[in-house]
Each structure stands twice: as structure tokens, then as C-alpha cells.
């Protein structure tokens, strides 16, 4: 019987990786670029990573729209982190600047930010918006991936 592998995308160079599923604890690397695809800790995205991840990634993909104008994003970062470390090897982390790439908050509607969307395989599975505690973002994440 052939083990199961999720597909994960590389958010340091986008490249897509095929990892078994009972290797996700050994801290699996990216066979284009080294990079880890499992941190616990959110990673900056570009939004041609963005889109590749949230289409194909079968590991939970959260992702956090924000602006470094905006005091809410801001004051928002250090509960994301949070929520990185408590989520790790279970769910990605990522955020992407809308400032930088405005075109991630036209392509996935985003009206308002801080604002947090959760993806797998190509599926938003639920969006919030607005500043919270990293608690907040876990019974969010939690309610949506049980099962």
C-alpha cells in the first residue's frame, strides 16, 4: 500500500514539494532551495506564492493580509507568531504585505485588514478580519480543520 504524501508549497522559492505524510515531524525541506516547509513561525510571501500555495497546498494554509501602515496589522503580528508556534507542523503560517502586492486583496476579496483567510487544496475553508488574540485565531483554525 503506497503511503500517503500532501503536496506543499516551498514559500521561500515556490516550488512545489511532494512530502510522506509521516515525515512531517522530521522538519522536511524543499528539494529546489533547502528551505524548511514547516516552521513555526509565519513566512512573507510574494503574491505568485500565494496563489500556488493556496491552489495546491493540502496542508492548512493561514494567511494573514496586512500593510505596514496599518497599526491594527502592527499591533496583530506578535498574536500570529503565537499562533505560528502553537499551530506548527499542523498549519502553515504566511503573510503577505497588500501594500507591496495589492493584488492579493483584488484576487481573494479582501476588504479590510488585518484579515485572515485559511486554505487547503484550493479551498478557502473561513476568513475573520480584524485584530485578536492568538487564542482567537486557534478556535478559528481548530473549528475549521477538525475531522
Not at 522538519?27 to 495546491?56: H, Y
Not at 506548527?88 to 503560517?93: E, K, S, W
Not at 483567510?117 to 480543520?145: H, K, M
Request: aromatic letters at 6%; charged letters at 25%.
Amino acid at each position: 500500500m503506497a503511503e500517503t504524501s500532501l503536496k506543499l508549497t516551498c514559500l521561500a522559492c515556490g516550488q512545489l514539494n511532494r512530502i510522506p505524510a509521516s515525515r512531517l515531524a522530521e522538519a522536511p525541506k524543499c528539494g529546489t532551495c533547502g528551505a524548511r516547509l514547516l516552521q513555526p513561525k509565519p513566512f512573507a510571501v510574494d503574491f505568485a506564492t500565494l496563489r500556488k500555495a493556496t491552489r495546491a497546498d493540502e496542508l492548512p494554509l493561514l494567511v494573514d493580509f496586512w500593510a505596514p501602515w496599518c497599526a491594527p496589522c502592527r499591533a496583530m503580528a506578535p498574536e500570529f507568531e503565537k499562533a505560528a508556534a502553537q499551530l506548527a507542523g499542523r498549519v502553515r503560517l504566511a503573510k503577505i504585505d497588500t501594500q507591496a502586492h495589492p493584488q492579493a486583496s483584488q484576487v481573494f476579496g479582501i476588504r479590510g485588514i488585518p484579515a485572515f483567510a485559511l486554505f487547503r487544496a484550493g479551498r478557502e475553508l473561513g476568513r475573520e478580519s480584524g485584530a485578536r488574540p492568538a487564542a482567537d485565531l486557534l478556535r478559528f483554525v481548530e473549528a475549521r480543520i477538525a475531522g
